[in-house]
Antibody, heavy 117, light 110 residues
Framework: QLQLHQWGAGLLKPSETLSLTCAVSGASFSAYYWSWIRQPPGKGLEWIGEVSQSAVTTYNPSLKSRVTISVDTSKSQISLKLTSVTAADTALYYC???????????WGQGTLVTVSS | QSVLTQPPSASGTPGQRVPISCSGSTSNIGTKFVNWYQHLPGTAPKLLIYNNIQRPSGVPDRFSGSKSGTSASLAISGLQSEDEADYYCAAWDDSLNGVVFGGGTKLTVL
């Protein structure tokens, strides 16, 4: 059974770097795309980006200058880094197997990240 | 505001059929597949409909999707109390070169 275990710092100050890791178990890691999505409190979903089986990344243009998604195949982990955070980056961050709209798209439980001075 | 437009709320009584609309443009819905997600309180969003009309394994056939031109619709028939959730449409957008979501529709079962 697929499990996505996320962790990272939950409280950041403005200008710091958000860093989250998502560990995958119960699935063939290298066979899938992996995605990150976020949801600010009380707001809708926002796609952050995705990484392909060959580690090719595609990012939300509005975040592209600040975001990096990477994979560590040896550890079956996906990482998200977002630099120069502001209060607007406060959100529940989800990692997910597959691209948005893939028939086997499956989201983890999410990690809340708060940016506050 | 969101690239894809959804009504902020919808409601129905048990057993009813409720439609939820999603409006976009030629750069997204008009030329790309539409997907729908269900977000129950306190849980992770779940894929409900992909490729406009397809249901992943395990999704009841009470949920159906359709698309016409630059609009799409999710229909929930035989409404049940456990269907009370937020519903989001999503599609790739060629102009933005990324995935766009609708603002979400909060469904209340009266």
């Amino acid at each position: 059974q697929l499990q996505l275990h996320q962790w990272g710092a939950g409280l950041l100050k403005p200008s710091e770097t958000l860093s989250l890791t998502c560990a995958v178990s119960g699935a063939s890691f290298s066979a899938y795309y992996w995605s990150w999505i976020r949801q600010p409190p009380g707001k809708g979903l926002e796609w952050i980006g995705e990484v392909s089986q060959s580690a090719v990344t595609t990012y939300n243009p509005s975040l592209k200058s600040r975001v990096t998604i990477s994979v560590d195949t040896s550890k079956s982990q996906i990482s998200l880094k977002l630099t120069s955070v502001t209060a607007a980056d406060t959100a529940l961050y989800y990692c997910a197997r597959g691209r948005i709209g893939d028939y086997n798209n499956y989201w983890g439980q999410g990690t809340l990240v708060t940016v506050s001075s | 505001q969101s690239v894809l437009t959804q009504p902020p709320s919808a409601s129905g009584t048990p057993g009813q059929r409720v439609p939820i609309s999603c409006s976009g443009s030629t750069s997204n819905i008009g030329t790309k597949f539409v997907n729908w997600y269900q977000h129950l309180p306190g849980t992770a969003p779940k894929l409900l409909i992909y490729n406009n009309i397809q249901r992943p394994s395990g999704v009841p056939d009470r949920f159906s999707g359709s698309k016409s031109g630059t609009s799409a619709s999710l229909a929930i028939s035989g409404l049940q109390s456990e269907d009370e959730a937020d519903y989001y449409c999503a599609a790739w957008d060629d102009s933005l070169n990324g995935v766009v979501f609708g603002g979400g529709t909060k469904l209340t079962v009266l």
